[in-house]
C-alpha cells in the first residue's frame, strides 16, 4: 500500500540539498574495492516530529530517479532498495553493505530515532568529507534547548539573523503574560495567550495516534524557565500562593511541573540547606547546596556528564564538586539535577508535582555511564515536591 505522505515545504527544501550532497559524493573518483567512504542521510528527533515520515519521502525521490538506497530504520537488519526490488540484509558486528562499499551513488538513510547526543559528523567524518561545519553542532545543541526538537526551528537557527527574530518572537510572546491568573486558566485552552504568539511558547502532543485526544505543553525547560522568571517579576509575593492553586489542577500537571521545576531550581541556585527525609522514617539529612558563582555558571548547565578529573580517571574535577548541574536538554529520559558534594555523596534530583512519580532506571543508567567510578559509590535519589 503505498503511504499517504503529509509533504510539507520543508521537505522539499532539504531534497534540494541533498541532491547537491549526492552529486559530490557521485563526483568522487572510485577508490579500492571496501575503502569507499559510507554516503548517508541521518535524521534524529523527539518523537513524532516526522523522522520517518521524511525519510520515506526522500526514499521515494531516490527510487524515482532509480538510485540505489539503503534504509536503515532497525539495528539488527537494514532494506536495500535497488532496480530489482527491495531485499532485507540482517547486519552483524562484522558484516558489510556491499552496495554502500562499491557504489558512490547509494545512500543510507538512518533514523536514529531521539537516541543523538551530538551530530555524528563530529565522530565519523567519513559520512560527511568537508561538507560539515562544526560550528554547527554548538549551534543546533543550543537551538535544541529552545525548541526541544524541532527541526524546522532547529535549523532554521543557523541564520544568525533569523534566530534573532525567534527570540524576539519569543520575548513578544512572553510580554503577553501580565498576570498569572491569566496563565493558569489559558494554558488548559486550545490556544494560549494569544493566537500570534502562543506557538512559541507552548505546543500541541497528541494523547493517541489519531489526535482525537491533545495536551498542551511548554515547548522547552528553556521557555518555561523565562516564563517563570517573568511570573516572578509580575507577582512576587502572590506567586507561592498562585503556583499551589494551579498544582492543585490535575489538568495543568504538564505545564504546572515544568514551572515548578524551574522554580526549584532557581531557589536551589540561590544556595540552601536542604533538609531530606529519608523513605524509613526516624532521621533526616542535611546537605548544604552553595550558590552558583558567575565563573562557574556555565559548567552548571551541561550537554553530557564528561567531568571527571583527566581522561580514564576514576575521580571528579574538583570543579564539579559542589556544583548544582542541571542538563541544558533532556534529550534521554534522565534526573532533573545533580550534585556531587566534596565527601563524593552524589544526590540525582527530581523534580515533580504527581503524587507518584516512578524512578526512570533507563535515563539513570545513561547518566551513570558517564559518571567517574568515585560518584557512583554513594547515591541518593531527592524528590523535590510542592
Known sequence: EVPKLLVVPIYETFWDVLKDEDRLWQALLQPPRFSHPCHATIVTGQPGVGKSVFLIYVLLRRLVNGMTTIYCNRGAYVHIFDHTGVRRLTLSGESRIPELDNNSECCALVNLGDKLKLVPAVFYPQLHLNTFDPDHCETLQSAYSFFRGIPRSCFWSLDPVVLRMQKAEIKNALDSITFLDDFAHTITGRLPFNPKTSHHLVRVE????????????????????????????????????????YL???????????????????????????????????????????????????????????????????????????????????????????????????????????????????????VFKHLPATAQKDVRFVFIIP
Not at 518555561?224 to 506567586?239: D, H
Not at 551541561?302 to 548541574?325: A, T
Not at 542541571?326 to 534521554?332: F, H, M, V, Y
Request: hydrophobic residues 35%; contains cysteine.
Open 206 to 245: 497528541p494523547v493517541d495516534t489519531e489526535w482525537l485526544m491533545t495536551r498542551t505543553e511548554i515547548k522547552s525547560n528553556h521557555i518555561a524557565e523565562l516564563i517563570f522568571e517573568r511570573i516572578r517579576i509580575l507577582t512576587k509575593a502572590r506567586f507561592l500562593e498562585k503556583l499551589m492553586e
Open 248 to 366: 492543585n489542577d490535575p489538568t495543568a500537571h504538564s505545564p504546572a511541573g515544568a514551572l515548578f521545576e524551574q522554580a526549584a531550581h532557581y531557589s536551589i541556585r540561590k544556595g540552601l540547606t536542604l533538609t531530606i527525609a529519608p523513605l524509613p522514617s526516624g532521621t533526616t539529612l542535611d546537605v548544604s547546596i552553595p550558590g552558583i558563582t558567575v565563573e562557574k555558571n556555565e559548567k552548571s548547565r551541561y550537554y553530557s556528564l564528561s567531568i571527571r578529573e583527566k581522561s580514564g580517571s576514576r575521580n571528579v574535577h574538583p570543579d564539579f564538586l559542589d556544583l548544582y548541574m542541571t542538563p541544558k536538554s533532556k534529550i534521554e529520559p534522565s534526573i532533573d539535577a545533580l550534585f556531587i558534594s566534596s565527601k563524593c555523596i552524589t544526590y540525582l534530583f527530581q523534580m515533580t508535582v504527581s503524587p507518584r512519580h516512578p524512578i526512570n532506571f533507563r535515563g539513570l543508567d545513561t
